[in-house]
């Protein structure tokens, strides 16, 4: 007897609804019929083409750490968005394959000659004893669940900076770190380009992404997410929860200390502090933005924060990017035109009256320029207020600016809501103008902070991640 | 013949809280026992003291002649114990098929290195586990089939949750399944197929089983025994 | 023997201050069941608060009112506005995912104290800024036995610490705000069904939680005399380190593990080196995570199969 109701249409129709309307939904039908294999091989064509375009050594560097960094975000995505373990001592295994092939290639131990062994030797050297490192740090996680996890390993990644740091300081270098590393050598070859590393990172990265997809596809991969979900289950099903962490810290560890290796000899250098904590919120910033729990969302995730940091030192490049976001959010967001068009006119009359305004009341509150260079500066020098001594002035405007926004967020009346958008903007580009865009450094650290809150709080599955159902 | 599981005289306690008292409780292969008795009476206490989760604190426990006390969970399964729970614990963000392929693991051998290179055995085993899956699954007529298998655990009805819930447990390849009210919170119809469904996994498949349940009509409907336990102490058989 | 002493004057001090910023994560965890990383940072800003009121009333060489009152006024200051702080980032930051999956609050915390961090060295330069105590509080004040002396200054801190403690312990006991918290650590969801405003409590354990820091964070420009925008990371993390040795979720258990580890620390510098203090607390914390993984006073959560 056919069961009331259960029609595979009426069943489908979740399915249904999360697809996507008009072109996007044709296209994400495209996206998923063509293979996985195939994909790869097109990112891997984009990644080849990169040095072809773009000679410049400087930009050539930037797609290194772009590398780097998204190959570290696989590894922390193999703990935290496979097996579900906050590890926030990442870092660690980073400087560990970093130290270790210093260590192996250089003049640092058995004086006087030092230790030079070749790539192909000193490398999986390396990772295996990244790999044994790794093992040793998840042995807390048997007893330990997500929080007290994430405490012990914060505090390993610290200790692994102090141990650089202050420990062994002849033999590991200490504050100074350890210079004259060899480049990647083998079989009378040598990689002493940044054309060459990037393509060496490529090739690697490439591995590791296909292995990565392999290993998620198969049992391995299963009892992984299946720990993630629910561990007591996963534990009663024949899963040896205990292990498979134990697994996931380890293969985490290999990618870092592989990263790290890589980054060793592509720099030449290795000092403790390129090793520290905020360093590994990037690393988490890049894969939550990207997606935890998929390879793609990981590379992404990676490759939009090395190269939006990128942008931020500079601050002509830095304004592109920010006024970039303003515009590209308001015209994705907001409908019908009309509104769009409403804010713009009454952002920019808004703008010119205050600036004409404060403008008459005191002559030293505008008499400062835009800090965004070129044609974008030029644009705003009329609009923006910008005093001569704009430290104080950007302070302020920074701290309402917050308070306006959460008050933003808070609202539901949506014409008050789009009203109270002209003013917040603008306060924003004063902000932007009178202080952020000088000190990008700092920027771009409140921008990390900026995007983890945000992320957390509006799409927690990331970029590319598929929304996951918890029973809390 | 020996018994295929055995209480001896197990208890626990939680420091002064006793939970289970001297419980003597033997189950013979191809049979179907139920346990009842009111809530807090212990029952699915019993079920985690033969799965592992806790160890009794007297008593010994023992599976085909040998003692599992002391055992980790995940080994107790692949000796042959599987179970379900009563409150569900599927993977929801997994799909269907995967959570009944999560269940195989134990009895797969593919190690990392093999899975990432695709050698014969890993291939071979993947192959194996994926037609295990779709047999277990059609235990269940068409319900858990076709289309079925690539959705998302989370948008099936809970009866189907119930449902796949032993599935993935029967994926274990147990001798002996322990089912935690498997019955709960069904309609009148989905609970004369849960009967039936119970039944049929002992003739059809070989299994023994330990049910607790509150339905009486269940009971009455496929147990061979009953067994009634209260504060912790086996009342009646 | 002075040595030893001293050590431990020492380390009761810093530990005193390691046990009210671990009150403070120690309550948060129990009502929300959230490491609020950001609570190092409220510590920290609670230092720069004290700061600025001390600037405010003359500095540290010119202080228009008298020592006490300036000390009243800084600490107030801090607790306050720390408390204010921590109720608005709890409102804000993760009240919206009081539901999401654990791992959302937690890196929404990371962010938030990424973010503190770096709003200060925005807003105010990195400039270290120096309390200098021995200029308006004379060190030479204190007890005198033989050689040995603790200043005024810890005795200070160590005293209002305990006082502070006793009187967080009497709000939790006596108090209907302090019966509430205790519902809501136990099962939220019936706590709410009992009419208990959940929201409110949660509210106002934060201000509570980050008052306790702010109050710390003056104590310790008082003590250290440097404060800067890091100071709150390590601080945080021993902290940390604090309330899990003694049980997360447990206030006595707090106290004890702050405690302990300030002891520690100071041992460690005493008799070992202060390179390696962080590295034998951090041992103490593997040690203890090892042999009784719910902390020293703590209880082990039993899950409901």
Redesign the interface.
């Known amino acids: 007897m056919?069961?009331i109701g259960?029609d595979?249409w009426v069943?489908?129709q979740?399915?249904r609804a999360e697809e996507l309307p008009g072109w996007r939904g044709d296209a994400a039908r495209f996206f998923a019929r063509v293979g996985w294999w195939p994909k790869l091989a097109v990112i891997g064509l984009l990644g080849a083409l990169f040095p072809v375009l773009s000679p410049n050594d400087f930009q050539l560097q930037v797609g290194i750490n772009a590398l780097l960094l998204a190959m570290l975000a696989l590894g922390l995505n193999i703990s935290?968005g496979w097996a579900?373990l906050?590890d926030l001592g990442y870092i660690a295994f980073y400087g560990f394959g970093a130290y270790g092939f210093a260590l192996l290639s250089s003049q640092q131990l058995h004086s006087p000659d030092g230790i030079h062994l070749q790539a192909w030797q000193s490398i999986p050297m390396v990772l295996i004893a990244a790999a044994i490192l790794g093992l040793l740090v998840g042995l807390?996680s048997r007893?330990?669940i997500?929080?007290?996890l994430?405490?012990?390993t914060?505090?390993?990644g610290?200790?692994w900076l102090?141990?650089t740091t202050?420990?062994a300081t002849d033999k590991l270098g200490g504050p100074n770190g350890i210079p004259s590393i060899d480049p990647i050598k083998g079989f009378g070859q040598q990689i002493l380009t940044l054309k060459g590393y990037y393509y060496f990172l490529l090739v690697a990265i490439l591995v590791v992404i296909a292995?990565l997809h392999?290993?998620d596809q198969?049992?391995?991969g299963?009892?992984w997410?299946?720990v993630r979900?629910?561990p007591?289950?996963?534990?009663?099903?024949?899963?040896?929860?205990n292990r498979l962490k134990l697994?996931a810290f380890s293969?985490g560890a290999v990618v870092a200390a592989l990263a790290g290796t890589i980054f060793a000899a592509s720099q030449g250098g290795v000092f403790p502090t390129d090793f520290d904590?905020?360093f590994l919120?990037l690393i988490?910033a890049g894969l939550?933005l990207g997606g935890?729990g998929s390879i793609a969302g990981a590379v992404l995730g990676g490759l939009v924060v090395s190269v939006t940091l990128e942008f931020l030192r500079n601050p002509t490049e830095a304004g592109y990017l920010f006024y970039g976001m303003i515009i590209l959010t308001l015209v994705a967001r907001t409908r019908p035109w009309v509104k769009l068009a409403g804010i713009v006119v009454g952002t920019v009359a808004f703008g010119y009256a205050a600036h004409a305004i404060v403008g008459a009341v005191s002559s030293a509150a505008t008499a400062g320029s835009p800090h965004s260079g070129g044609w974008v500066g030029d644009l705003l020098g009329n609009w923006v207020i910008v005093p001569a001594n704009p430290k104080n002035f950007g302070?302020i405007c920074?701290?309402i600016l917050i308070c306006a926004l959460?008050a933003l967020?808070q609202m539901k009346r949506s014409t008050l809501r789009t009203v109270l958008l002209i003013p917040v903007i603008y306060l924003a580009a004063c902000v932007w103008e009178s202080?952020l865009a000088v000190?990008p450094s700092?920027?771009r650290?409140?921008l990390?902070?900026?995007?983890?809150?945000v992320m957390?709080?509006w799409r927690?599955q990331g970029l590319l991640g598929?929304r996951?159902?918890?029973?809390? | 013949m020996a018994p295929l599981l055995e209480l001896d005289r197990v208890g626990l306690a939680f420091g002064g809280l006793r939970a289970l008292h001297e419980l003597d409780l033997t189950l013979n292969e191809g049979e179907i026992v139920s346990v009842i008795g009111p809530n807090g009476a212990g029952k699915t206490t019993v079920f985690n003291l033969i799965s592992g989760v806790y160890e009794p604190t007297s008593g010994d426990i023992r599976f085909a002649g040998e003692s599992i006390v002391g055992k980790l969970p995940w080994q107790i399964t692949r000796l042959g114990i599987a179970r379900t729970f009563q409150s569900l614990r599927l993977f929801l963000n997994m799909t269907v098929k995967e959570n009944v392929m999560a269940a195989t693991y134990g009895h797969t051998k593919a190690s990392p290195p093999e899975s990432i290179l695709r050698l014969p055995r890993a291939r071979r085993e993947e192959r194996q586990v994926n037609a295990e899956a779709e047999n277990v699954l059609s235990f269940f007529g068409e319900r858990l089939m076709g289309y079925r298998w690539d959705q998302p655990a989370y948008v099936l009805s809970y009866a189907n949750r119930r449902r796949l819930e032993i599935a993935r447990a029967m994926a274990a390849k147990p001798q002996l399944l322990l089912l935690d009210e498997p019955a709960a919170g069904m309609n009148p119809n989905e609970t004369l197929e849960m009967t039936e469904l119970i039944g049929r996994l002992r003739d059809e498949r070989g299994l023994t089983i330990l049910v607790i349940e509150h339905d009486m009509h269940v009971v009455e409907g496929i147990s061979d025994r009953v067994v009634a336990l209260d504060h912790g102490e086996k009342i009646a058989e | 023997m002075h040595f030893f002493l001293q050590q431990v004057v020492n380390g009761l001090t810093t530990g005193s201050l390691y046990a009210l910023i671990a009150l403070g994560y120690s309550m948060v965890y129990g009502v929300l069941k959230l490491l609020n990383f950001a609570h190092g940072d409220l510590y920290m800003l609670g230092a720069f608060v004290g700061y600025f009121v001390l600037q405010w009333f003359g500095g540290a060489d010119g202080l228009s009112i008298p020592v006490p009152l300036v000390l009243l006024f800084m600490f107030t200051a801090a607790a306050f506005s720390m408390g204010g702080l921590g109720m608005a980032i709890e409102r804000f930051a993760y009240r919206p995912l009081r539901d999401a999956p654990r791992i959302a609050p937690l890196i929404t915390a990371l962010g938030v104290s990424f973010f503190l961090e770096n709003a200060v060295l925005w807003l105010f330069g990195a400039q270290t800024r120096i309390y200098n105590t021995p200029e308006f509080i004379s060190f030479k004040t204190g007890i005198h036995i033989g050689a040995f002396s603790i200043d005024i200054v810890r005795i200070m801190v160590i005293v209002l610490s305990l006082a502070l403690m006793f009187a967080l312990r009497e709000i939790v006991n006596r108090t209907t705000l302090g019966k509430s918290m205790r519902a809501v650590a136990i099962d939220r969801e019936a706590a709410e069904m009992l009419g208990i405003n959940v929201d409110r409590t949660i509210a106002l354990t934060f201000f509570l939680g980050s008052a306790l820091a702010g109050i710390a964070g003056v104590m310790a420009g008082l003590v250290f005399n440097q404060v800067y925008n890091l100071i709150g990371f390590v601080a945080g993390l021993k902290a940390f380190t604090a309330a899990v040795v003694g049980g997360i979720g447990s206030l006595p258990g707090a106290v004890l593990g702050g405690l302990l580890i300030g002891l520690a620390e100071s041992f460690a510098a005493g008799y070992i080196s202060s390179t390696y203090q962080n590295l034998i607390v951090f041992g103490v914390l593997i040690v203890v995570m090892l042999v009784r993984p719910s902390g020293l006073l703590g209880h082990a959560k039993i899950e409901k199969v």
């Open positions: 056919a069961p259960v595979e069943a489908r979740g399915e935290v579900g906050l807390p007893r330990l997500g929080d007290y994430a405490i012990v914060l505090f390993f610290e200790v102090e141990f202050n420990v292995s392999l290993l198969s049992r391995t299963r009892a997410r299946a979900e629910d007591l289950a996963a534990n009663m099903m024949t899963i040896p929860v697994m293969f904590t905020p919120i988490y939550i935890s302070n920074f701290v959460i967020v202080r000190e700092i920027t650290q409140i990390i902070g900026a995007i983890l809150i957390m709080n927690p598929r996951r159902v918890e029973v809390v």
